[in-house]
């Protein structure tokens, strides 16, 4: 029984029994962790407010020589980003990016850079609020580093270079398919230039999400290839997705 | 070793559903029980099924209630005007105790969140902005937990009930009374600092 100490952002939660409370969290060295906080529903005094999702924590805890949960022991809030909970949408996007990383990532699979594009989004939506572009950038991001990332600058299927305008896009077909490789099945229509554009934002720092405007088209193409994409590789349908779609304001 | 006694196993094992308790103190509830006089057992049985016989949720506020509309939706020394929202009937419990509301309430069993798919369908938000629409209420005290669940339910009831022109209030941030802010959390210190107020 060795303690563990790092930071820690909260994904989620949930009550367990009366007074318990299991707690999913993003370390930068030990991936996500799931994690068993005794009491932590009845007394305050151990854990306050640092289990509470969104939270940025130091967090304290002993592995167990069996099972997957850890054994919280304390908490220490570093940031708590009241600024996320400025508005709904902000709210919901912010929640949605925790659910989208614990999905997205097996329990060993998120590394040190996941940590850090989670904890750069959240400061910016506490900082800025929703924008589109924020959700896109997101996106985008944790594809890419969950490997996930489709072809988007050359036809997945045969190599060949994609021509202006319209191109067809398939994350089932692993990516943008020129016309002879899509021949007639793919619904989904992207121009070139968002292509270029989703090229560009994944060569910018991970962290960087300010300064970012796109185009109303581009967001719209981005987004339709960004959810398929996000549909193919996840596990299971993300439960803040619905909401989100419902509480962000109109294009 | 409880298998030769099957009603009392079965006793353990419907004890054992009750939240925080285990096997061991079922057991022991199971012999207390066992040692009681029969009409205490019969008390308590009764007791029981007359919880589930006899109160439902009030058709207004969604309190639980054994009359319909409850006493606190029926009581004329109540402020119309104003009006609580918790989440739960035990919160209700709690700002009665206090004594330091005399609006009406409304219980909406549960909070939005997102992250396990809970939307405003499965709350009673509905009946709520029913009762806003008759207009007698002026002001809504949103009493919802301070938790991230409570605080998207309050940004949401906020957005629904600000544009009708009524009055949106939230339960002030503060310091436990008694405590040293020493020993209080910094996100409770954090809210106190933003919720100040003259004096
Ligand atoms: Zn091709
Ligand atoms: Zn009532």
């Given at each position: 029984m060795?303690?563990e100490?790092?930071?820690?952002?909260?994904?989620h939660?949930?009550d367990?029994?009366?007074?318990?409370?299991i707690?999913?969290?993003?370390?930068?060295?030990h991936?996500?962790?799931?994690g068993?906080?005794?009491?932590?529903?009845k007394?305050r005094?151990?854990f306050g407010?640092a289990l509470?999702?969104l939270?940025e924590?130091?967090?304290?805890?002993?592995s167990r020589?069996?099972?997957d949960l850890v054994?919280l022991?304390?908490?220490d809030?570093?940031?708590?980003r009241?600024?996320?909970r400025?508005?709904?949408e902000?709210l919901t996007?912010?929640?949605y990016g925790?659910?989208?990383?614990e999905?997205l990532?097996d329990?060993s699979g998120?590394?040190?850079?996941?940590?850090q594009?989670?904890?750069?989004?959240l400061?910016?939506?506490?900082?800025?609020?929703?924008?589109?572009?924020a959700r896109l950038?997101?996106?985008?991001?944790?594809?890419s580093?969950?490997?996930?990332?489709?072809?988007l600058q050359?036809?997945?299927?045969c190599?060949?270079p994609l021509?202006?305008?319209q191109?067809s896009f398939s994350a089932f077909?692993?990516g943008?398919?020129?016309?002879?490789c899509?021949a007639?099945?793919?619904?989904i229509?992207?121009?070139?230039?968002t292509l270029?554009?989703?090229g560009?934002?994944l060569e910018t720092p991970?962290?960087?999400?300010s300064?970012f405007k796109?185009?109303?088209?581009?967001?719209q193409e981005?987004?339709?290839?960004?959810?398929?994409a996000?549909r193919?590789?996840?596990?299971?349908?993300?439960?803040?997705?619905?909401?989100l779609?419902?509480?962000s304001?109109?294009? | 070793?409880?298998?030769?006694?099957?009603?009392?196993?079965r006793?353990?094992?419907?004890?054992?559903k009750?939240?925080?308790i285990g096997n061991k103190?079922?057991?022991r509830l199971?012999?207390f029980?066992l040692?009681q006089?029969?009409?205490?057992a019969?008390?308590?049985?009764?007791?029981?099924?007359d919880?589930?016989?006899?109160?439902?949720?009030?058709?207004?506020?969604?309190?639980?209630t054994?009359?319909?509309?409850?006493p606190l939706?029926?009581?004329?020394?109540?402020?119309?005007?104003?009006?609580c929202?918790v989440e739960?009937?035990?919160?209700?419990?709690a700002i009665?105790?206090?004594?330091?509301f005399?609006?009406r309430y409304?219980?909406?069993?549960g909070?939005l969140?997102?992250?396990?798919?809970?939307?405003?369908?499965?709350l009673?938000i509905?009946?709520?902005i029913?009762?806003?629409d008759?207009?007698s209420?002026q002001?809504?005290?949103i009493?919802t937990n301070?938790t991230?669940?409570?605080?998207?339910?309050?940004?949401y009831l906020?957005?629904?009930?600000q544009?009708?022109?009524?009055r949106v209030?939230?339960?002030?941030?503060g310091?436990?009374?008694?405590s040293?802010?020493?020993?209080?959390?910094?996100a409770?210190?954090?809210?106190a600092?933003e919720?100040?107020?003259d004096?």
């Amino acid at each position: 029984m060795k303690l563990e100490v790092s930071s820690a952002i909260i994904l989620h939660h949930t009550d367990y029994g009366e007074a318990d409370r299991i707690v999913t969290f993003l370390t930068p060295d030990h991936g996500r962790l799931k994690g068993f906080a005794r009491a932590a529903r009845k007394s305050r005094k151990r854990f306050g407010a640092a289990l509470e999702p969104l939270a940025e924590v130091q967090m304290h805890w002993v592995s167990r020589s069996s099972g997957d949960l850890v054994s919280l022991r304390d908490a220490d809030l570093v940031k708590l980003r009241a600024g996320l909970r400025r508005d709904l949408e902000t709210l919901t996007l912010a929640g949605y990016g925790c659910e989208l990383t614990e999905v997205l990532f097996d329990d060993s699979g998120a590394g040190v850079e996941v940590f850090q594009l989670l904890q750069a989004f959240l400061d910016h939506l506490d900082s800025e609020g929703f924008s589109v572009e924020a959700r896109l950038l997101l996106e985008i991001r944790m594809l890419s580093l969950s490997g996930y990332m489709p072809h988007l600058q050359h036809c997945a299927d045969c190599s060949s270079p994609l021509p202006a305008g319209q191109v067809s896009f398939s994350a089932f077909h692993n990516g943008s398919l020129c016309a002879e490789c899509d021949a007639g099945r793919v619904a989904i229509k992207v121009d070139r230039m968002t292509l270029g554009t989703f090229g560009r934002i994944l060569e910018t720092p991970l962290t960087r999400f300010s300064g970012f405007k796109l185009s109303p088209q581009s967001r719209q193409e981005g987004q339709a290839l960004l959810n398929d994409a996000l549909r193919c590789h996840l596990h299971r349908p993300l439960k803040s997705l619905e909401m989100l779609d419902r509480f962000s304001p109109e294009e | 070793m409880l298998d030769s006694i099957p009603s009392f196993a079965r006793l353990v094992a419907e004890l054992a559903k009750f939240p925080g308790i285990g096997n061991k103190t079922a057991t022991r509830l199971a012999f207390f029980l066992l040692r009681q006089p029969k009409a205490q057992a019969e008390a308590l049985a009764t007791a029981i099924l007359d919880l589930q016989n006899n109160t439902r949720f009030c058709s207004v506020c969604f309190h639980i209630t054994e009359q319909n509309p409850c006493p606190l939706c029926c009581d004329p020394g109540r402020d119309e005007a104003l009006l609580c929202v918790v989440e739960e009937p035990q919160a209700l419990l709690a700002i009665e105790r206090s004594r330091s509301f005399k609006g009406r309430y409304h219980v909406l069993h549960g909070a939005l969140s997102p992250l396990d798919g809970i939307g405003p369908e499965e709350l009673k938000i509905d009946p709520l902005i029913d009762r806003l629409d008759k207009g007698s209420v002026q002001e809504v005290l949103i009493a919802t937990n301070f938790t991230v669940e409570g605080g998207a339910t309050a940004l949401y009831l906020a957005k629904l009930i600000q544009p009708r022109g009524i009055r949106v209030t939230r339960l002030a941030y503060g310091i436990p009374m008694g405590s040293e802010l020493e020993y209080v959390d910094e996100a409770t210190v954090n809210r106190a600092v933003e919720g100040r107020r003259d004096i």
